[in-house]
């Protein structure tokens, strides 16, 4: 069975440029949340995914956007990157959306230069 | 708004030493609370998950308890070994079942 999976590992981008993350959920599960995680830091929760629609939100901007496909699977989007956008990105999948217990991917590990 | 605390920041130990890990919260208004390990670089591994209603949790050698009146979670662990070492965070769960986390408590246990 697999686990949460992202997609890619690391990525480098520059200032200004549009990344994408994909996620891709425990099987079973049908809800997907991400989080930012700064070095030093906990993870703060962007957003959550449920039935192809954006659930909950965090405290991010816009430049944050996100989507669920009907396999369930998740991308998150970042536009006009910001060098403090440098972080690591964790995804994360439950069985629906109010249950407790969170399943983490290794997450991507992205540097804005 | 709720803020998560965990001390200390930092921790360096010897081998087969009992180490108690601290996690304290503002709004005792919870659903459950839960402690994660991660690894450096890693993604997070939940290790247990205490229901507002428990008061605390056990497995093989970590218990965490949970005090939501006054706060405070703490997590023991018992006979610490190098591979205990890790960042070691803490989350709690309100109405919205989205966790608000601390910033770690990064533990090296040296042999």
């Known amino acids: 069975d697999a686990g949460v999976t992202q997609s890619p590992t690391h990525l480098i981008k520059t200032r200004g440029q549009q990344v994408t993350l994909r996620c891709s959920p425990k099987?079973?599960?049908?809800?997907v949340s991400w989080y930012q995680q700064a070095l030093g830091q906990g993870p703060q929760f962007i957003f959550q995914?449920?039935?192809?629609?954006?659930?909950q939100r965090g405290n991010f901007p816009d430049r944050f956007s996100g989507h669920q496909f009907p396999n369930y699977s998740s991308e998150l989007n970042v536009n006009a990157l910001l060098l403090g956008d440098s972080a690591l990105y964790l995804c994360?999948?439950?069985?629906?959306?109010?249950?407790?217990?969170?399943?983490f991917g290794p997450g991507t590990r992205l540097t804005v230069l | 708004k709720q803020e998560v605390t965990q001390i200390p920041a930092a921790l360096s130990v010897p081998e087969g030493e009992n180490l108690v890990l601290n996690c304290s919260f503002t709004?005792?208004?919870?659903?459950?609370l839960q402690w994660f390990r991660q690894d450096p670089g890693k993604g997070l591994t939940s290790l247990l998950l205490?229901?507002?209603?428990?008061r605390e949790q056990t497995s093989g050698r970590l218990n965490a308890s949970l005090d939501k009146s006054s706060g405070r979670s703490t997590l023991y662990i018992a006979a610490s070994q190098p591979g205990d070492s890790a960042t070691y965070l803490c989350?709690?769960?309100?109405?919205?079942?989205?966790?608000?986390f601390g910033r770690g408590t990064s533990l090296i246990v040296h042999p």
């Open positions: 205490i229901q507002s209603s428990q």
């Open positions: 995914y449920y039935e192809e629609e954006e659930r």
């Open positions: 099987s079973g599960h049908d809800t």
């Open positions: 989350a709690v769960e309100g109405g919205s079942y989205i966790p608000t």
């Open positions: 994360a999948s439950t069985l629906r959306p109010d249950t407790d217990t969170q399943y």
């Open positions: 709004d005792s208004a919870i659903y459950n």
